[in-house]
């Protein structure tokens, strides 16, 4: 029993020594700085910018809609054709608007002819009244009879006014049946490039309720990028700032644009335009974020143009967008992992440098630009310098 006891005690008294063996290793650990992971200061290129996920579209679009009903009888474009303003891109089958065209020049022939049988009538009547006058003078006839040949002549010019009044109605109505005629011949209302057909040969048209949409026309430079810029970032982007992106089948290549417009309101879901609110046009720009609720993500829509001379972006294309708050090349850069930041001056940090005779010294450094990896150095640092990673341990 004696002897389990003091076996019981040794175990008691070696399990206390063991974080006191491991701190006074740790202690010894600055002793041997140089077995620690440790990064050099070098000189490169640093770029503080901020980041967001964008949409590319054409900046100049039209949609070709139908102001005619009917049949479509010729579609002369196709996805992917290039046009000029005012080439010939669809025939609607004319009939009833060439019947509605011939009715009216019909209904007008009838009129004029009906203000000439009047004319003939009120050249009669003048000469009518004329002879009631004369006998008039001569004490021939009533006064009764010069009255009623008076207003003959009235009733014969005023028939001829009303005539000549529906005559240019239907003038009126007859530049509009025109009109109508040739809305059933589509042209281009610019140049440009046919990005999408909504309709087909021999496809029936109703434009009395709403204008049928036939194909939409995209002039692809220069694009515009919606990019989706985060309520934490927004702050630090202004309009004219420089801006790059690129693209999944960009194989790395850059475009660099600068910002032209903020939206100063975030779009709203589809849900809420369903309920009256916003616009469809800011729906479409992509944002899809919880709009109520504490983890909701607010994100505001930012403009940048780009010009696509040799057509290498398309419509819907995404875009990682990034806009450059600021850059510095060729200075003193260090990763951010061996910085140590302080509350009381976000620009200063603490070091651990590695000197030459293996001692660990504890060094101020005010930092610049940061890109998330690397800092800049400012000052406290210079190049070559060999900072510890790790937790900080007791400098000599």
């Not at 992917?80 to 065209?101: C, F, M, N, R």
């Not at 001379?309 to 200075?331: C, K, P």
């Amino acid at each position: 029993m004696t002897y389990l006891r003091l076996t019981r005690r040794a175990a008691t008294v070696m399990l206390c020594l063991i974080p006191l063996a491991a701190a006074a290793a740790w202690q010894w650990l600055p002793g041997n700085a140089e077995q620690r992971p440790f990064v050099r200061v070098t000189r490169g290129t640093i770029e503080s910018s901020v980041t967001a996920l964008g949409t590319l579209q054409p900046r100049q679009y039209v949609d070709v809609g139908a102001q005619a009903s009917g049949q479509i009888r010729t579609l002369h474009v196709e996805v992917g054709d290039t046009v000029k303003q005012g080439q010939l891109l669809v025939e609607i089958d004319p009939s009833t608007q060439q019947a509605q065209l011939d009715a009216e020049r019909y209904a007008i022939e009838t009129l004029k002819a009906q203000v000439k049988e009047q004319q003939a009538e009120h050249l009669l009547a003048n000469q009518q009244l004329r002879r009631q006058q004369r006998m008039a003078a001569d004490g021939a006839t009533r006064e009764e009879d010069v009255q009623t040949a008076q207003a003959k002549v009235l009733t014969t010019q005023a028939r001829i006014d009303m005539y000549q009044a529906q005559i240019r109605q239907a003038q009126a109505t007859l530049r509009s049946a025109q009109a109508e005629l040739g809305y059933t011949r589509i042209y281009a209302p610019m140049s440009g490039t046919v990005v999408a057909i909504d309709a087909r040969e021999g496809q029936t048209l109703n434009a009395q309720q709403r204008t049928p949409l036939i194909l939409r026309i995209a002039r692809l430079s220069p694009m515009t990028v919606w990019a989706e810029v985060s309520e934490a970032d927004i702050g630090q982007v202004k309009a004219g700032m420089q801006a790059y992106f690129t693209t999944l089948s960009g194989g790395g290549r850059r475009w660099t644009s600068t910002v032209r417009q903020i939206l100063p309101i975030p779009p709203k879901p589809l849900d809420q335009l369903s309920q009256g609110g916003g616009s469809p046009a800011a729906a479409s720009s992509g944002s899809t974020g919880n709009s109520t609720g504490a983890g909701r993500v607010v994100l505001y829509t930012v403009l940048l143009e780009v010009d696509n001379a040799d057509n290498a972006l398309m419509a819907d294309m995404t875009a990682q967008v990034f806009f450059v708050a600021g850059s510095a090349q060729d200075v003193l850069t260090a990763p951010v992992a061996a910085l140590q930041g302080t509350r009381d001056a976000p620009d200063q940090r603490t070091a651990q440098v590695l000197a030459d005779n293996g001692q660990v010294q504890q060094r101020t450094v005010r930092t610049g630009l940061s890109d998330r990896l690397r800092v800049q150095i400012l000052d406290g640092l210079q190049e070559g310098d060999r900072l510890l990673i790790g937790p900080t341990g007791n400098g000599s």
